[in-house]
Structures are given as structure tokens and as C-alpha cells.
């Protein structure tokens, strides 16, 4: 994927054609959907809408949208049904979540189906469109541009091709632990504590569920670190840095 920089001076994530990425909004509430859709046009994206379930999966089916804004209640069945039409047209999709619901169990109701990402009601402009270019990046739909190489010690990450190694040796990584390690690595020698990590990879509060870190932060040592001398390392009560290995 490559970007570029509009006259507002923003950067403008571009699909790998350089057509602009693509967004389906699915929510009954029209002057909601006309406002995410004016904001997301603002952002150079082309965008789609749906006021029900069944008008989403035919329009992704046209659209073939590169992620999606899905709210939750629809008039004519569930958002979590409907991600699962969705994920059997687009696998791969990314998907984020709109609900009036803020418990953590229908937080993890809803990413346990398969989405990606859960904003709440009312919520910020900014803020969804934030989520949304994390979950283009992470999906490797878009890069920022600019970016090219991250190297510590003999770690490299490529943002642009999204490979990895160590050591002159290909790692391979889920977007996820991806999107972690660059994280990491633009923060070199830098203690980096989980609710950064929440903030930055995950972009929420799990709602106290800060063990997600601590698992993809072991996901990432078994791959980058095994039978080799560590880079990423704890310190017990501040959070995590990685830095080439001695």
C-alpha cells in the first residue's frame, strides 16, 4: 500500500492501485451514517452505506469493501449475524464495531465472533477514524507513507512490505504481532507500559483484560527471540522494550 499527503496535511492511506480505500458503513440511523460518511470522505476514502443486514452483505458483495463499520442492532438481524454472512464473502475484512452496549462481556462477545475493533455510543469522529487507519494498517491494506525500515540490533521490519528477520533470516508475523513489534521498535530501548501497548495496537481498554499483552508479547519472543539472544525484554511493574540482543 502506499500514501500520500493531502493539502490539509493529512497523510491519505491509498489501496495498492493508489485507488482510495474502500469503507462500508451499516447502520439504520441515517444521520449517522451521514455523518461517518461525510468524515470518512473528508479523509479521502471512498464509502458505502447500508441501513440493514441484508443491504450490507449485498453491498459488500458489489463493493468489496477493505474494512467495514458495523453497528451491532439492525432492523433486520444482529450485527454479530451479520459479520458472520460477511466474513464467508470477505475473510479477511476487518471489521469495527458500533453499539450503544459498553459492558465488557458484550466487548468480548463481539470480538470473539470476529470483529476486529468496538466503539461505543456516543463516540468521537476522530476517534472511529483513528480505529479504522489502525485496522487498515494492520490488515496490510494501507502504509503510512514515509515509512520503510525499522532495524534494531539485527532485527529488521519493513512497514512497507510488512516482512520481518532477524539475523538475515525471514520471521513470519500475524498482523497483530506485527503491528506489536513495530510498536516496539520505533520505541527502541524505551519501556513501553501495557496500557500504552493496549492504546497504540489494540486501541482500547480490553477492559482490564491487560493479559492480552503479556500473551502476544510471548507469541513475539518465541519467534523473534528463540535460540537467540533476547531483545525483548520485562521490566516487572513498568512494561516491556525490546533492544538488540548482547
Known amino acids: 500500500m502506499t500514501t500520500t499527503t493531502s493539502p490539509q496535511g493529512r497523510t491519505e492511506l491509498l489501496r495498492p492501485d493508489r485507488t482510495p480505500v474502500r469503507v462500508l458503513v451499516v447502520d439504520d440511523e441515517a444521520s449517522l451514517t451521514e455523518l461517518l460518511s461525510m468524515a470518512l470522505r473528508y479523509e479521502g476514502w471512498e464509502v458505502r452505506s447500508a441501513g440493514d443486514g441484508a443491504a450490507a452483505v449485498r453491498t459488500a458483495r458489489a463493493f ?82 514515509g515509512e520503510s525500515r525499522l532495524v534494531v540490533g539485527d532485527l529488521m521490519l519493513d512497514e512497507d512490505s510488512h516482512e520481518v528477520s532477524r539475523g538475515g533470516k525471514n520471521i513470519h508475523l500475524t498482523a497483530t504481532e506485527f503491528e506489536l513489534l513495530r510498536f516496539l521498535m520505533r520505541n527502541p530501548r524505551r519501556v513501553l507500559s501495557k496500557a500504552q501497548i493496549l492504546d497504540r495496537v489494540w486501541n482500547y481498554d480490553f477492559g482490564g483484560q491487560a493479559n492480552v499483552v503479556e500473551l502476544y508479547i510471548s507469541y513475539l519472543r518465541k519467534k523473534i527471540d528463540a535460540g537467540r539472544a533476547p531483545m525483548i525484554h520485562t521490566r516487572r511493574g513498568a512494561g516491556y522494550l525490546i533492544k538488540p540482543g548482547e
Open 64 to 145: 468489496r469493501p477493505d474494512v467495514v463499520i458495523l453497528d451491532v442492532m439492525l432492523p433486520d438481524m444482529d450485527g454479530l449475524a451479520v459479520l458472520g454472512r460477511l466474513r464467508r464473502e470477505l475473510s479477511d475484512v476487518p471489521v469495527l464495531f458500533l453499539t450503544a452496549r459498553d459492558s465488557v462481556e458484550d466487548r468480548i462477545a463481539g470480538l470473539t465472533a470476529g470483529g476486529d475493533d468496538y466503539v461505543t455510543k456516543p463516540f468521537s469522529l476522530e476517534e472511529v477514524v483513528a480505529r479504522l487507519r489502525g485496522l487498515i494498517r494492520r490488515s496490510g491494506t494501507a502504509a503510512a507513507r
